[in-house]
């Protein structure tokens, strides 16, 4: 079975400041994907960041970075330059082909952005 | 850019009614996926489905619940004899090009 955790329910960052939200997670599977997704209040799931495990290069998209450390089964993201409109919950999630590729998620971190 | 789209956006029931939420994924996706949460809570897998079957169910997922793709575009999820627990946002994803899962804006159920 597959775990995701996130350790931090809220987190708040000043805008134009950086945030890292942190996950962590454990899986039997050597093949893996890892996914950051951003849930605004409207409550639709918008797709962040991913990650494959097979590579070692970590993933980034524009302002959002990951730090992803294998070996310690850890997968964060990094938030450069915080706006407003970032201000959502992030849910951290995992799939393997051997669940089907059904994603396992996290509790979620809420972000606050203070202008 | 192709998107999965959800009707109804909202659907208010009586306890013990049947309700239908329906999706349509994007169209060169194969696998489909229904996911609950309910609120203030995380995400939840239902079900999955590929090659017009289900490949997996969760727990939660009992015979209260079916899925079925009618027409090669619509996948629907049937909720028989709702409960007051049933209330919920259900999202419905299609999963795309490396394994990613692209989901619709949800229906919010309420069971009243």
Redesign the interface.
């Known amino acids: 079975a597959q775990t995701v955790t996130q350790s931090q329910p809220e987190m708040s960052v000043q805008e134009a400041e950086t945030v890292t939200l942190s996950c962590t997670y454990d899986t039997s599977e050597s093949d893996y ?1 890892l ?1 950051w ?1 951003k849930q605004p209040p ?6 962040v960041i ?1 990650q ?1 495990a097979y590579k070692q290069q970590n993933a980034t998209e524009n302002r959002f970075s990951v730090n992803f450390q294998k070996a310690a089964k850890s997968f964060s993201l990094k938030i450069s330059d915080s706006q407003l409109g970032d201000a959502a919950m992030y ?1 951290c ?1 995992m ?1 393997s ?1 051997g ?10 971190t809420l972000l606050t952005v203070n202008p | 850019e192709p998107e999965v789209t959800q009707t109804p956006s909202h659907q208010v029931t009586q306890m013990g009614q049947e309700v239908i939420l329906r999706c349509v994924p994007i169209s060169n996706h194969l ?1 489909f ?1 229904w ?1 609950r ?1 309910i609120l203030g ?5 239902l079900v ?1 489905f ?1 090659n017009n079957e289900i ?2 169910k969760s727990e939660i997922f009992d015979d209260q619940f079916s899925v079925e793709r009618p027409d090669g575009s619509n996948f629907t999820l049937k909720i028989r004899s709702t409960k007051l627990e049933d209330s919920a ?1 259900y ?1 419905c ?1 299609s ?1 795309g090009q ?6 619709g ?2 229906t ?1 159920l309420l069971v009243l």
């Open positions: 994907y996914f997704y409207s409550r639709q799931m918008i797709l991913r494959e849910f999630a799939n082909g669940s089907n590729y059904k994603l396992t998620f996290g509790k979620g | 696998y996926y996911y949460q809570q995380k995400v939840e897998f999955s590929y490949s997996e946002m999202f994803a999963k490396r394994e990613t899962q692209y989901f804006p949800g919010r």
